[in-house]
């Protein structure tokens, strides 16, 4: 739910259904306020989400948004991305202001979104633990390694990273790097490697088959 002030600098008026806009799109972890600030006193003239912070209309600017408007450091300044902030109820949030002038460059008003990390932490724990191990501490054996299909497993992995992004999104012509550089390193030797490699590019096996021979007679060539 957006609420609005009844009035505003004019120029401001052409943001509010900005801020209705991004409060509807990015959810209720995400708060979008914009503030007037080109009179003796400060407003927000709206308002999304504002439950997460437990702000209203009738809200004081925050410590910071004072600083900005009165700091020489923030003359020239024209939006500050990312910052660390904390709600409220002491919750972590991450940060961004716009800083809004006229045509004279004097300060009129800042748009600005915070957004609630309590999920992502959750998720960033989840995932550290679940990918936490321990290595062996046998002098010979440091990784448990299993055969079969895991090893083409293990060769895709290491494709992954080569190429620095999942498979499906590999153009043409890097999806055929990718076939050169696993042809060396024999994975196509593998029992069902074509099958893997397609489903994991997305591509049918006729397409892989022919990306496959075409590599082949290049290195043919080179030979």
Not at 106 to 119: A, E, H, P, R, S
Not at 122 to 143: A, C, I, N, R, Y
């Amino acid at each position: 739910m957006v609420k609005k002030s009844l009035g505003c600098h004019p120029l401001l008026v052409l943001f509010v259904p900005v801020v209705e806009l991004l409060g509807a799109m990015l959810g209720s972890d995400y708060e979008v306020v914009l503030h007037d600030v080109s009179g003796e006193t400060t407003s927000i003239v709206a308002i999304a989400n504002g439950e997460l912070t437990g702000r209203d209309i009738d809200a004081p600017m925050t410590d910071f948004g004072e600083f900005l408007m009165s700091s020489p450091k923030a003359a020239n300044i024209d939006f500050i991305a990312n910052y660390p902030s904390v709600a409220g109820n002491g919750r972590s949030m991450r940060s961004g202001v716009a800083l809004i002038r006229d045509a004279k460059k004097n300060l009129i008003g800042f748009l600005c979104i915070n957004y609630d990390m309590t999920k992502a932490s959750v998720l960033k724990d989840m995932g550290e633990f679940l990918m936490k191990t321990h290595p062996l501490s046998f002098e010979t054996v440091k990784t448990e390694r299993f055969g079969g299909v895991d090893d083409a497993a293990s060769y895709m992995e290491k494709a992954r990273q080569k190429f620095g992004k999942p498979l499906i999104y590999l153009t043409s012509e890097e999806r055929r790097q990718c076939i050169r550089h696993m042809e060396r390193i024999g994975f196509f030797k593998l029992k069902g490697a074509v099958d893997i490699f397609a489903k994991e590019t997305k591509r049918s096996k006729y397409t892989i088959y022919a990306d496959i021979r075409s590599v082949r007679d290049d290195i043919g060539e080179e030979k």
